[in-house]
């Protein structure tokens, strides 16, 4: 037996053992160190751009893409994606997965398409340094496409089959904000009682589950380290969806003969490009869409707004179930992390998901939905929209404090308090009548922090970061503008984005503490260390 020495292997970290008939037996994938493509950078930068012209044009422009692809650490990529590799193969060794990573970051950092993306590495050599390439040895366009199938659990790109029957578009239209209504209202309440009934450790594996171990381990992770996201001990987390356009067509391809008898209008089944999408209602613009839902859980105290877990769910499933869902898959990815508030809009002002956050422990802040808070009413007493008792003359009771060990809170006679002669008194008591709500007996009309206080408006106003997180992704990032075709290709695309945001969060706070040098004085430090 015989061992590969070739430099091309040592330099991607594979070790290839051979037998005497030339035979390939073992292929062990092995990632160099952070440091070691460090040093590789420095060398090769040096080599390319020794002149004081070519560092001048590297610093103007190319120095902040430096700072922001060298602290990223993407050496434990190999071990995380060495079951999508075979460990028996002929042919070619296959590239470093932390490089191949490293460049489709850069790549979705400078807004291009993998095509014109394999032509700047071939041309422009900083590209393929940055990578971990050397400039005359960059992976071609098959590369990068067989890269991405190994990052999708899944041997179609396509969670359902190509070939489905002809989706109709809606005719009936919401109103402005509006979010379409579920089609079984009973949903969240049965979604509810199947996860308090299987547990917290109940998961079953998806097809993204390797892209968001990349981005847990080496993103949300060392983010959490910098204390970028909160405490991870309290938790707060929020929540939200956006529409996501697809780039096929929602009509699909015929697949029958129909159209020559004159027939236009069959039921005959299609062949569609993209079978996962369907249609949505996007309450903003007030159309409907065809493609997904993008819904995203936002880390509340982070300064960058940064997320933890992207998910894509169906264009016509609702809000609230598509956090149901979510919040299970989050609890199970984030298991050693202590959840303590979500943060809601009013679509998620469901009794079920109420019901789940103070089973976990979990305060809840959510807007009550307009729409079905009317007219509420709790022992006999009218209740608004801000969760307060209002007496039979129209007027809010008057909070008195919590009761301690009892988990209640204590409402007074506004007439009594402010001294003033009530028309049609309640109760004849020289103290007046005394009310009491409970977080446990209705969780949504009274929850842990009351609506009416400052403290519950200051801690809402943090649901707008999770709408900065998304906006990054749709107009910074231009997620849409690939018009993909696939679960897979819309996957690995968001989770791309969401760590290029971590990364993008890492630069900023490097330059708030004056932590970025230039990038001559950057290479004399590799050099010396």
Known sequence: M??????????????IAYLSENRVIVVKLVSRSHQDYLIFVTDQLQKEYGTPDARLLLQQFYGDLLFWITPIDLSSTASLVRTSYSSKTKGRAPRDPGDMLRSALLMTKSGMSVDDWVRALRTIPVYAILSGFEPRDTPGVGTFYDFFRRLWRAASPHKTGRTKRRLK???????????QKPKNPKITEKLVARILREGKTHYAPKEHDLLQQLFQTMFVAPSAAKGLLGDTNAFRVIGDGSPVETGARSYGKFLCDCRKSGNWKCTCKRQFSDPDADWGWDSYREKYYYGRTLYMFTAADSPYNLPVYPRLFRASQHDSVSWICGYRELRYWYADWKVGEAI???AHDALPIYTMLEHDDVSAIIDLNLRRSGHLVYNEMKINSDGVPVCPIGRQLVCWGRCPGRQRIKWRCPAKVG??????????????????????DNPRLFPRIRRDSK???????LRTGVERCIKRQKVDYKLEDSRGRSSRHWNIRVYLIAMCQ??????EEAKKHNQVASVEQWLKDYTAA
């Open 502 to 507: 971590h990364a993008d969060a890492w630069l």
């Open 169 to 179: 578009k809606p005719r009936k239209k919401g109103k402005k904000n509006e979010k």
């Open 2 to 15: 015989t061992f590969s020495k070739h430099p091309k292997n040592r330099r991607e970290g594979i070790f």
């Open 344 to 346: 809601l809009d009013s």
């Open 419 to 440: 001294k003033w002669e009530c028309p049609t008194p309640c109760s004849p008591s020289e103290y007046g009548r005394t009310f009491y709500t409970s977080t446990a």
């Open 455 to 461: 403290q519950w408006r200051k801690r809402y106003a």
